[in-house]
């Protein structure tokens, strides 16, 4: 399989991808795609590319994944994310049945899964792509199968892609959706990034934000890696860590 990491330099891009994709460095191959080498004014940047014949974690979700702080307004070029392509050319519309036994098995396994749970809710196909496939939750108890900052959702994703590699489909990622939570929590956390910027450069002191998950972190780090005077961090253990944000050159 192969997958695309960005960082700062190359260190950080490869440090992003072990992480990300739950894998040793020894485990994958690295290609070198751009290079930007940092200036005045201007951060640096690497792009890689990673191959791997290894799992990676359940939990990676490709770039392609909330509402606190929603009053702030963010122009609409910042706010464009990966999972954007969910309400464009990645959606299924009309038909959102499943098209082959894969398919139905994950619409049935996510049925039953919530089921079980105790909740009534009907589950279709969202979009389809390589290596890829969106569920879409319906159910009047979407609140409670999304959960306090999607961890609920999470959980049920990550027994999907669980149940997807027992299925032979190890390299298809399954996302799991309710009421565009996904969308909603990348602009809200687009969001959060800009706003901790600003406070950051006017105290020059550093903010911890929640624990969040990879892909979560991920959006941070890359929402403000073009900020210059601006620097951001992974602390903590497991899977759930904590991004810092931090004035350049400050402790």
């Keep these: 399989m192969i997958y695309e990491f960005e960082g700062r330099n190359e260190k950080e891009a490869i440090d ?12 994958f191959d690295v290609e070198i795609l751009e290079t930007q080498k940092q200036g005045l004014f201007k951060k640096g940047h690497v792009v890689i590319r990673v191959h791997t014949e290894k799992p990676v974690s359940p939990s990676y979700v490709p770039s392609g994944t909330g509402d606190e702080d929603a009053d ?5 070029e910042k706010v464009k994310s990966p999972a954007a392509k969910i309400s464009t050319g990645s959606t299924v519309f009309g038909d959102v049945t499943a098209q082959n036994e894969f398919e139905q098995k994950m619409v049935t396994f996510v049925s039953e899964l919530i089921s079980r749970m105790g909740y009534s809710g009907k589950v279709s196909i969202l979009f389809r792509e390589e290596f890829k496939l969106g569920l879409k939750i319906d159910s009047e108890y979407s609140s409670i199968l ?14 999907a892609n669980i149940y997807s590699g027992r299925q032979g489909h190890e ?19 687009v969001r959060l990034a800009y706003t901790v910027a600003d406070r950051v450069r006017e105290s020059r002191n550093s903010i911890l934000l ?3 998950n990879p892909f979560d972190r991920r959006l941070i ?21 904590q991004v810092r944000v931090y004035y350049r050159g400050g402790k």
């Design 16 to 27: 992003r991808a072990a992480e990300e994709l739950g894998l040793e460095k020894d485990d």
């Design 210 to 212: 929640e624990p969040m």
């Design 171 to 189: 390299d298809t990622r399954i996302i799991l959706d309710s009421e565009n939570y996904r969308i909603r929590r990348e602009e809200s956390l």
């Design 72 to 76: 702030d307004e963010i122009p609409e």
């Design 221 to 241: 780090h890359t929402t403000l890696n073009d900020i210059t005077d601006v620097e951001t961090k992974s602390e903590g253990e497991g899977l759930y860590k």
């Design 146 to 159: 999304i959960g306090k900052k999607g961890k609920n959702l999470d959980a049920l994703q990550l027994l």
